[in-house]
């Protein structure tokens, strides 16, 4: 049987005290069961924002979409996380990354190094967490999210996530910080490779996957004009069967999501801030299923 599906928002834009607690009640309202931050200058710092969101909820987990572990300590990373788990009433998901800005590093003071390195950093943050958070005064520790394409992600999410997250995208070669969209075909292959290295596992992770955007609309045509005038070299066709695409009518999006879920395995949706109302009426028809 496919999982339920799971709705999360990540939340991109600052605000003060009594507007951010605001959208997390609306995030609320709308039914999404998760409310996220990234962790990306010039957002929202992800940690103090969760704290604020559970407080404004009930109801939803909040996470972080995801962690850069290179701008964290892991020892001190230990430290926001058990704070956080308590202060959110056990609510949290912890959701961790690599890191893919360039730029970021460098008004970070943060050595950019290799993808290889910054890997290493987060296996050693895993391990590292895995060790603080072990003791019984801790608690067990919240739900785990690895984001990232690559096979040794892929492999790390296999061997420690509970929820194996893909951006659906790689860096792009033509613009700078960029990401392309993988094709259809070729997250197929990243699911499959993913699928291999998890054979193993007693109870396979949830599947995440990353909503660029969402246009509730009769004009498919008209939802992936944004897309080609940014990336020219892609189609219309491209745009509108990428898996990082939804559009169309309520029910066309409906059905997109339910052959997503039957062909790659995706439960759980993630939808940036900007298309958090465009996606509530597609939310109300997939509930319970």
């Given at each position: 049987m496919p999982r339920p599906f799971r709705f999360g928002v990540n939340m991109l834009s600052p605000a003060p005290g009594e507007a951010w607690r605001a959208k997390c009640r609306r995030a609320e309202e709308l039914g999404y069961d998760v409310i996220l931050v990234p962790d990306h200058l010039g957002m929202p710092s992800p940690f103090p924002a969760l704290v604020a969101a559970a407080e404004a909820t009930t109801r939803p987990r909040v996470g972080t979409f995801v962690l850069n572990c290179a701008f964290w300590n892991p020892v001190l990373l230990a430290r926001e996380v058990t704070t956080t788990e308590a202060l959110t009433g056990g609510r949290l998901e912890l959701g961790?990354?690599?890191?893919?800005?360039?730029?970021?590093?460098?008004?970070?003071?943060?050595?950019?190094?290799?993808?290889?390195?910054?890997?290493?950093?987060?296996?050693?943050?895993?391990?590292?967490?895995?060790?603080?958070?072990?003791?019984?005064?801790?608690?067990?520790?919240?739900?785990?999210?690895?984001?990232?394409?690559?096979?040794?992600?892929?492999?790390?999410?296999?061997?420690?996530?509970?929820?194996?997250?893909?951006?659906?995208?790689?860096?792009?070669?033509?613009?700078?910080?960029?990401?392309?969209?993988?094709?259809?075909?070729?997250?197929?292959?990243?699911?499959?490779?993913?699928?291999?290295?998890?054979?193993?596992?007693?109870?396979?992770?949830?599947?995440?996957?990353?909503?660029?955007?969402?246009?509730?609309?009769?004009?498919?045509?008209?939802?992936?004009?944004?897309?080609?005038?940014?990336?020219?070299?892609?189609?219309?066709?491209?745009?509108?069967?990428?898996p990082l695409v939804l559009a169309g009518t309520v029910e066309e999006i409906t059905g997109q999501l339910l052959e997503r879920r039957e062909r790659y395995g995706f439960s759980y949706i993630t939808v940036l801030e900007p298309y958090f109302e465009a996606l509530a009426p597609v939310m109300e028809a997939l509930r319970g299923q």
């Open positions: 961790l990354g690599t890191g893919y800005v360039r730029d970021e590093f460098e008004q970070a003071g943060v050595e950019w190094g290799t993808p290889g390195s910054r890997v290493d950093h987060l296996e050693r943050t895993i391990a590292e967490l895995d060790r603080l958070l072990a003791s019984p005064e801790q608690g067990p520790r919240p739900p785990l999210l690895i984001g990232g394409n690559g096979d040794r992600m892929l492999r790390i999410a296999a061997e420690h996530a509970d929820i194996a997250a893909f951006t659906g995208a790689r860096s792009s070669s033509k613009r700078p910080s960029g990401l392309d969209p993988l094709t259809p075909e070729e997250l197929d292959g990243r699911v499959a490779a993913y699928r291999k290295f998890a054979q193993g596992r007693a109870e396979q992770a949830e599947m995440n996957l990353l909503v660029q955007l969402v246009d509730v609309t009769e004009d498919r045509s008209a939802a992936a004009r944004p897309w080609l005038e940014r990336m020219p070299d892609l189609t219309e066709r491209d745009v509108l069967e990428s």
